[in-house]
Every structure is written in structure tokens, then in C-alpha cells.
């Protein structure tokens, strides 16, 4: 069972380039995030997915787009890099409704290190 | 809005020491509650979590209790491994219908033989 897949694992980047990174599900989850985190900051949410065809903003979207065209799929998109948006970046997914109270699990990926120079 | 506090780390014991990692949160109503952990070079896992007001979770000898009188969810292990060598997360998903977490800052443990 591979879970979420995320790609690519590390990247180094100039500043002004466009960046896709790729995160895919296997488990039909029905909501996806994109995280980042960094050293003293913890874990910051980007965008979020509640279900194919809908996307939110979280705490820090400014600078990343995203889209969610299927189930599985939810690619994260630096449109111009900036040597901010250094970090490490986790997809995560869960399954629960709005009205299941006792899951609300998140299966994270392996994350993805960009560096932008 | 929703909010998590945990201890500001790195905290470093030695095996089969007693270890407490404090979290705190504020929130509106009953949020879920949550630790995770995040192994070297892993993503982040579930390590335990509760649901309601004096919940106990429980995993891996790892313990944290829900208490709604002081806002708490604190982590306890009573004999720690190398292995539990780690950073771990606290975290809160609020009633409002939201399915997204709040994390916490994390605190990262390292365990000496």
C-alpha cells in the first residue's frame, strides 16, 4: 500500500522558476492539504482540499496555487519561487465527513525539501 | 481563532527517564485532539489522540489525557527508548466543521542510551 506519494523527494531551485510539486493518494480519501514546515514555525497549512473539485486557502497561500481535479491528485504550485518559500513540504490526506467526529486522522507523505536560491 | 501551545524544546533524556511534554490549546467547543509524531526524515504519523473531555489516548506506552478544565493534552511516556528519539506534534481540530489540523510548534526529543 503506498499512500501519498509525493514528488519530487528534493529540489533546488532558482529564484523567478515555476515549481509543481506532486502529491497522489491511493487511499480515496476525500480531503488532501498541502503543509509546510519550518524550524520554529512548526507545520504552517497552504491549501486545502475537501473534496475533488473544491480548494481553500489556509494559513500561508500567498505565492502557491493548487487544484484538485480528481480524488487522488493534488499538486502544489510555486508560480515564481522566492528564497522564502524555502522549506519542507508535506501532503497529507484524511477521510471523514463533516460530521464524523472521530477520525479526523492525517496520513502524511515523506515530504519534499525545496530550496530556492 | 483555534490555537496550539506546546513546550518549547529540544528536551534531552536519558533512556528509561520519565517524559512529559506539555500542550495547551484554545479553542471554541470541544475540538479533537491530537499527537503525532515525526520520525528523522519521515512525515509526520499518528501517535494518539482524543475526542471528548477526560479521554484517555494511548499508544507505543505513550499516554496524554483530554482535560477541558485547563485546556490541556500533555504527553507522557514513563520509560523512554532511543527510539523514541523524535519530534513530536500536538494538534486540534475544531467542532466547527473545518476537517483541517492546527499543529503546534513541535518539540523535538532526543533520547541517549
Known amino acids: 500500500i503506498a499512500g501519498i506519494t509525493q514528488a519530487p523527494t528534493s529540489q533546488i531551485l532558482a529564484a523567478g522558476r515555476r515549481m509543481t510539486l506532486r502529491c497522489t493518494q491511493d487511499?480515496?480519501?476525500?480531503?488532501m492539504y498541502w503543509y509546510r514546515q519550518d524550524l520554529g514555525l512548526g507545520l504552517r497549512l497552504i491549501h486545502y482540499?475537501?473534496?475533488?473539485?473544491?480548494?481553500g486557502k489556509g494559513e500561508v497561500p500567498d505565492g502557491y496555487s493548487v487544484s484538485r481535479a480528481n480524488t487522488d491528485d493534488f499538486p502544489l504550485t510555486l508560480a515564481s519561487a522566492v528564497p522564502s518559500q524555502t522549506s519542507v513540504y508535506f501532503c497529507?490526506?484524511?477521510?471523514?465527513?463533516?460530521?464524523?467526529?472521530?477520525?479526523?486522522?492525517?496520513?502524511f507523505g515523506e515530504g519534499s525539501r525545496l530550496t530556492v536560491l | 481563532g483555534d490555537s496550539v501551545t506546546q513546550m518549547e524544546g529540544p528536551v534531552t533524556l536519558s533512556e528509561e527517564a520519565f517524559l512529559t511534554i506539555n500542550c495547551t490549546y484554545t479553542?471554541?467547543?470541544?475540538?479533537?485532539l491530537f499527537w503525532y509524531v515525526q520520525y528523522p526524515g519521515e512525515g509526520l504519523q499518528l501517535l494518539l489522540k482524543?475526542?471528548?473531555?477526560?479521554d484517555k489516548g494511548s499508544n507505543k506506552g505513550f499516554e496524554a489525557t483530554y482535560r477541558k478544565e485547563t485546556t490541556s493534552f500533555h504527553l507522557e511516556k514513563g520509560s523512554v527508548q532511543v527510539s523514541d528519539s523524535a519530534v513530536y506534534f500536538c494538534?486540534?481540530?475544531?467542532?466547527?466543521?473545518?476537517?483541517?489540523?492546527?499543529f503546534g510548534k513541535g518539540t523535538k526529543l532526543t533520547v541517549n542510551p
Open positions: 497529507a490526506s484524511s477521510y471523514s465527513t463533516y460530521r464524523d467526529t472521530n477520525t479526523g486522522e492525517l496520513f
Open positions: 487511499m480515496r480519501h476525500n480531503a
Open positions: 482540499s475537501n473534496t475533488a473539485g473544491t480548494t
Open positions: 479553542a471554541t467547543g470541544y475540538p479533537s
Open positions: 482524543a475526542t471528548k473531555a477526560d
Open positions: 494538534a486540534l481540530r475544531g467542532r466547527s466543521g473545518s476537517e483541517k489540523l492546527v
